[in-house]
């Protein structure tokens, strides 16, 4: 079946520090794979996307390249920023109607 | 443009009744689908409906339930409550439900079931 495995937070970092979060998945198709945000009290927001192998997807600073090879779809960022801090979601979709498989979310803090 | 709009934004219940969650997606979007999120499982897909039919559906028990109306509104409804199914409940939309579509997310109704 279809899951994704996200590293366990909270993350916490200095403002301008690089920033990982690791996402694995499992997949029995060719899915996209997704980044999304969320912020305090707010519904998710797409931060990125890429629908196929070797694609990067990238958007305010963060990218994440799709790797088949590693299953893999790691989300970076060069310098975060205070405003960054927010929940990250890793997720997977099939072309299923908005059937996503999200993984467990990570927290991000970051400090001044 | 206004967002996704879930209605109410807090609920409480007790075990065993039951509840209806309002969702009214973005203007010209037909497609909505609503997700289950908690601490434990994360975000977990209940079902998607679009022009009034569901198209797919989540392993959720037949508790759950859900409907469009012609105006693309959504409901759903959780009968006989459990302590289990307190959670944060998102609804979103898009304008017909197909991967390349942007996916936008209301907020949620927080529900607790004591």
């Known amino acids: 079946g279809n899951s994704v495995t996200q590293m366990e937070g909270p993350v916490t970092l200095s403002e301008e520090a690089f920033l990982t979060i690791n996402c694995t998945y499992t997949a029995t198709g060719y899915p996209s794979l997704f980044w999304y945000v969320q912020y305090p009290g707010e519904g998710l927001q797409l931060l990125l996307k890429a629908t196929k192998a070797d694609d990067k997807g990238s958007n305010k600073g963060f990218e994440a390249t799709y790797r088949k090879e590693t299953t893999s779809f790691h989300l970076e960022k060069g310098s975060v920023q205070v405003s960054d801090s927010a929940v990250y979601f890793c997720?997977?979709?099939?072309?299923?109607?908005?059937?996503?498989?999200f993984g467990s979310g990570t927290k991000l803090n970051v400090k001044p | 443009k206004a967002g996704v709009t879930q209605t109410p934004r807090y609920l409480i219940k007790t075990r065993g009744q039951q509840v209806t969650l309002s969702c009214s997606p973005i203007s010209g979007h037909r497609s909505v689908s609503w997700y289950q999120q908690t601490p434990g499982q994360g975000l977990q897909f209940l079902f998607e409906y679009f022009s009034e039919t569901q198209r797919n559906k989540g392993n959720f028990p037949g508790r759950f339930s859900g409907r469009q109306f012609s105006n693309s509104r959504s409901e759903m409804n959780v009968s006989t409550l459990e302590l289990g199914d307190s959670a944060l409940y998102l609804c979103a939309s898009s304008r017909t439900g197909q991967m390349d579509e942007k996916l936008f997310f209301g907020s949620g109704t927080q529900l607790s079931v004591l």
């Open positions: 997720a997977l979709s099939e072309n299923n109607f908005n059937k996503f498989y």
